[in-house]
């Protein structure tokens, strides 16, 4: 039996918070930028090794940095803050109590025995150097392979929990007519979250059985195959997630409306239809699969998922635009966006994850998806350099957009150095952004991404890469500097704050500008003129002409590589 004790209503918000998913909220958001933190920091000893100058790493050591890296920040603390989110998009925007929160402490205390496991095996027993992708017949220690099964299903009970609080939040109806837009792509998030795990326990159980012994063999092309269905769409659980967080914003800040609702509706769910078949882009060089699959997978299908993120993409930044005109911001194209709350981490951070995601991560997607094109660049440093613009620019951001205003709502306390964390998503931005631009730059010029020296400095036969190619990788290494500084400051503000930030009573106001009402109908009748969102339509148009000359562009360098006549 509830009480009302039970809840707490945020005066800001009118939110109520269910106490137990509160703190089930917490303890996930602070696990998951303890593993940023560790992920970042060994990020930097692989940036540090891949600038030439410097060379850090050994290269015993650096492919046990860069298999811990990659982990700690593409699975440890990304589904992390994803079971926040879903904890968020579910008990507290509908108003409900969660189900089950005591065996969501159970899935929490799994997912960390989990990672903790893995990181064991990979830095402490040190013989588990295979990368993220761990292709057989490459054997880990055995806990590696535990660990990671460990942390899934505590991620899967979340998700089931995560159904069930949606059915608790419908039988008592906390909430009238559909579900809430950002629940809805929460949802959506579930259940590529389900798929994912199910994939991922389809060929790691047999892998650890196989590290045991009890199995003599895997075949590495099946092994391939089946981890890229887990390994790509685990990556598309952190779009729906991230989107969803877009809208959210847009509504928190400028109490934004959806362009249609049933549009970004559909668009949620072409991802769950179409957009785990963008995984067998890592697979198109592979000789076991038949030219029919690769090309149905990386054309007609691709395209539905690309569409979906374009949908997002205009509808996002267009409702900003439209609640912004409504309330007076008309002048020109982008005095709407002019006059946008920069200086306001959760919003600078979120806009330019949108920006560096659908542009830098969006545009190299498609180009690395296409079978003909993939040639160029597979298993170069353009790959890795298209994963910063997407997980990182895209998702780490805007998840850490979503943190700044959940310090001072959930966690109830002010932020420290309010200054440098409004600086801190550009010197994290920009940084990103330099990083995978000089990493696709180095790749595009032939830089391989499996190779700890890229100069070959103790290989019998040496081989010299262009100047360019060199210099790309020293920009790339500055840029890694400054990327790893501002996620350094992202770390120090929030853990400050929550050890030192001015505490908030739970009936105080927030007393900044992290609120603002939604738009009424009226305000929005004010407004005028008949194309209501001219700024954002010019910026699509912007990326479309800069997607369609870079889409061709390839192709003729692709012409020019394999000297057809």
């Not at 009970?157 to 579900?179: D, H, M, P, Q, R």
């Not at 801190?424 to 391989?448: E, N, Y």
Request: with cysteine; charged share 10%.
């Amino acid at each position: 039996m509830n009480t009302n004790n039970d809840f707490r209503v945020c005066p800001d918000t009118g939110l109520k918070w269910h106490r137990p998913a509160e703190r089930l909220m917490k303890l996930n958001a602070v696990a998951a930028v303890v593993f940023l933190l560790v992920g970042g920091f060994l990020g930097l000893g692989v940036g540090l090794t891949r600038w030439p100058e410097v060379h850090l790493l050994g290269p015993d050591t650096f492919y046990q940095v860069l298999t811990a890296h990659g982990i700690n920040v593409l699975i440890f603390w990304i589904i992390f803050f994803e079971m926040a989110v879903l904890q968020f998009a579910s008990s507290t925007l509908l108003g409900c109590r969660i189900a089950t929160p005591k065996l969501g402490m159970v899935a929490f205390l799994m997912m960390v025995v989990g990672a903790i496991l893995n990181n064991y095996a990979v830095l402490v027993v040190g013989n588990s150097s295979v990368m993220m992708t761990s292709y057989v017949p490459m054997p880990a220690d055995t806990l590696f392979y535990v660990g990671l099964i460990v942390f899934a299903v505590g991620a899967l009970i979340n998700c089931f929990i995560f159904l069930g609080t949606l059915v608790i939040a419908k039988e008592e109806k906390t909430y009238e007519g559909s579900l809430p837009l950002v629940s809805f792509g929460a949802l959506t998030a579930c259940i590529i979250a389900i798929f994912t795990i199910a994939s991922g326990a389809v060929i790691l159980i047999p892998t650890l059985l196989w590290n045991l012994g009890f199995i003599n063999n895997i075949d590495a092309g099946l092994y391939r195959l089946i981890w890229w269905a887990f390994g790509h769409s685990s990556q598309q659980i952190n779009v729906a997630a991230q989107v969803s967080i877009w809208y959210a914003i847009a509504a928190i800040l400028f109490g934004a409306k959806p362009l249609s609702e049933k549009v970004s509706r559909f668009a949620f769910l072409l991802y769950i239809a179409v957009l785990q078949l963008a995984s067998a882009h890592h697979l198109l060089v592979d000789p076991g699969l038949s030219s029919e699959w690769k090309i149905f997978n990386t054309s007609y299908a691709m395209y539905l998922a690309v569409m979906a993120s374009m949908v997002h993409g205009l509808t996002v930044p267009g409702s900003i635009e439209h609640a912004q005109r409504a309330r007076g911001l008309t002048a020109g194209l982008f005095e709407w966006l002019r006059k946008a709350p920069w200086g306001n981490p959760v919003f600078s951070a979120m806009f330019i994850s949108l920006v560096g995601f659908g542009v830098l991560g969006g545009i190299t997607g498609v180009v690395m998806g296409t079978e003909q094109i993939n040639l160029l660049v597979h298993n170069t440093l353009y790959v890795p350099g298209h994963f910063h613009a997407t997980v990182v620019i895209g998702t780490t951001l805007t998840f850490m957009a979503l943190t700044y205003w959940l310090v001072p709502i959930m966690f109830r306390r002010q932020l420290i150095m309010k200054k440098l964390a409004s600086l801190q998503p550009w010197l994290f931005g920009i940084g990103m952004s330099g990083v995978a631009l000089f990493l696709m730059g180095a790749g595009t010029l032939g830089v391989p991404r499996r190779h700890w020296d890229i100069l070959f400095t103790s290989a019998d036969g040496g081989y010299e890469f262009s100047a360019a190619a060199l210099t790309m990788m020293s920009l790339n290494g500055m840029s890694v500097l400054l990327a790893c500084f501002g996620g350094a400051a992202f770390c120090v503000i929030i853990v400050g704050s929550l050890l030192f930030g001015k505490k908030i009573g739970e009936d105080e106001k927030v007393g900044e500008a992290m609120i603002v009402p939604a738009v009424t109908d009226e305000e929005y009748a004010t407004n005028k003129e008949p194309l209501t969102i001219p700024g954002t339509l010019a910026m699509v148009s912007v990326f479309f002409v800069a997607f369609a000359l870079y889409y061709f562009i390839n192709w003729k360098y692709l012409s020019e590589t394999w000297g057809l006549s």
